[in-house]
């Protein structure tokens, strides 16, 4: 059984209708990465599984349970809102950690507002954390003092601290350097290993290529092919998969 | 009459100074933000009328403000209602209540909106977020517009003289009348000192964000 479930998921701004009609399913432990063209609605669809977005249409599944349902002609308190959130984390394009807190209190924040524990377990819960994407000699610096890579990884690590069923990536690694991107995949990569169930929204094909369980190809607000990294990276189906990755190959 | 007692004449008035400082500081602050917040409302009724106020507020010179609160009220009411020093303080404090309001709202649209929704996708609540996140950043964003406008707020004070306090510049004017014109002139050592405590003071408070950048 899928831990969690998308269905039929709509998103419009104003007139122009940026999701039209996505479903899809992961299960428990999976990595689903999503593939597309700029302006495919790749960034819109993790909003709104974070609800930043409200999908003006669909459901979402958590755990076989309705966690979010577009019909359901209710007005949603801000409450309800943040409690569905808690279940997913979200690593931004460009990391957005708090300046003005050191990397062991980016991690920290959130626990303590939100009470997940004794000021001790939240500590040691994030510094193991920190550990765990090695940045342990840079728990005292401020994310101005660290190199993109470093800060995506804290990033990972504040996420990852609230103990997220889903984390969702957008594009980490496309605000780095080339020689950057590999220190955040290999935490993604790990991260696996350790039963993550993730969404990664990526134009790495070869990373998505290695790690993926399930692949989606997007196009205009639409999952054009889905399936394994085998059926839609190596042998596309469809057209505009191919011309998509073909792009690629070439470069 | 000599300098001493001069000086302790001037300090009398420098009570009123640093009183009337002190307390529109102390009220507008706070009372600024809530203008900010409303100026930047989603009910935008509320934002026209509380964006409208900020442009007369700001639009009329002060002193003309003090005037009017200490002396409207008396035309319509048939009596003063606020005492002169009174008058003073609300005008003061609505005065720069929106000119704080105006600094805090161009602090708080510039911080991107990636700072909110981070806080927000790790569970944090609306007030936290603003609170735990967004706010230190503002502070050091409007720091350095902040002090530009406490420092004009020192010299501000000698307005309240329109209404008759003897505040610093009115009590070296009394002197005037005796034929006295240095005491006038002499005022100004406590402004430049004043100004002066205020500059280390701001300063300090820039080092102490220093730490880290937006
Ligand atoms: N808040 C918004 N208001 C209006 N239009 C929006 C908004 N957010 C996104 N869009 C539009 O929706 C479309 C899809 O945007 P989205 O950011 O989801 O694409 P994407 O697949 O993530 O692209 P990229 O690869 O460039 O990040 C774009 O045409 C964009 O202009
Ligand atoms: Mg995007």
Do not use: C, H, W
């Given at each position: 059984m899928a831990i969690f479930e998308a269905k039929n998921i709509k998103k419009s701004f104003g007139k122009t209708?940026?999701?039209?009609n996505v479903s899809f399913e992961i299960e428990q432990g999976e990595v689903l990465c999503i593939l597309g063209s700029s302006g495919s609605g790749k960034t819109t669809l993790l909003r709104c599984i974070n609800f930043l977005e409200i999908p003006d249409n669909g459901h979402f599944i958590l755990n076989d349970k309705l966690?979010?349902?577009?019909?359901?002609n209710v007005t949603r308190t801000d409450e309800e809102i943040r409690q569905n959130r808690l279940h997913f984390g979200l690593v931004f394009q460009q990391f957005n950690?708090?300046?003005?807190?050191?990397v062991l209190e980016n991690v920290t924040l959130a626990p303590t507002l939100l009470k997940k524990g004794t000021p001790e377990e939240i500590d040691r819960n994030a510094r193991n954390i920190i550990e765990s994407v090695g940045l342990s000699d840079r728990i005292e610096h401020y994310p101005c003092q660290l190199s993109g890579g470093q800060q995506q990884r804290v990033a990972i690590a504040r996420a990852l601290a609230l103990k997220p069923d889903i984390l969702c990536f957008d594009e980490?690694?496309?605000?780095?350097d080339p020689e950057l991107t590999g220190e955040v995949l290999k935490v993604i990569k790990e991260l696996k290993t350790k039963n993550t169930t993730m969404i990664v929204v990526t134009h790495e094909i070869e990373f998505a290529k290695e790690v993926a369980d399930k692949v989606i190809f997007m196009a205009d607000g639409v999952i054009v092919e889905s399936g394994t990294a085998e059926e839609?990276?190596?042998?596309?189906?469809n057209e505009r998969t191919q011309a998509f990755l073909s792009r690629f190959n070439t470069m | 009459m000599g300098f001493w007692e001069v000086t302790l004449s001037l300090l009398d008035g420098l009570k009123y100074t640093c009183l009337i400082f002190a307390l529109t500081l102390v009220l507008a602050l706070p009372l600024g933000l809530v203008i900010s917040f409303g100026s930047m409302s989603k009910f935008k009724p509320l934002a026209y009328v509380i964006k409208t106020f900020v442009w007369i507020i700001r639009g009329v010179p002060l002193m003309l403000q003090v005037i009017i609160f200490f002396y409207v009220p008396g035309f319509i009411f048939?009596?003063?209602?606020?005492s002169r020093f009174a008058s003073v303080i609300a005008a003061f404090v609505i005065n720069y209540a929106c000119y704080f309001s105006e600094i805090y709202r161009g602090g708080i649209e510039s911080i991107p909106r990636g700072q909110y929704e981070a806080g927000q996708v790790l569970g944090m609540t609306k007030s936290q977020v603003f609170f735990k996140v967004v706010l230190m950043q503002v502070v050091k964003r409007i720091l350095a517009p902040m002090s530009n406008e406490v420092i004009t707020l020192v010299k501000d004070t000698?307005?309240?003289?329109?209404?008759?306090?003897?505040e610093v510049i009115q009590a070296a004017q009394n002197f005037a009348g005796y034929g006295l014109m240095w005491p006038l002139f002499y005022t100004a050592v406590f402004y430049l000192a004043f100004v002066g405590l205020l500059t280390l003071l701001f300063g300090f408070f820039e080092k102490k964000l220093d730490y880290y950048k937006i």
């Open positions: 209708e940026v999701l039209k966690l979010f349902d577009a019909s359901e950690l708090f300046p003005q807190y050191n980490p690694t496309s605000a780095l839609v990276i190596v042998n596309p189906k | 048939g009596t003063p209602i606020l000698a307005l309240a003289r329109v209404i008759m306090i003897v």
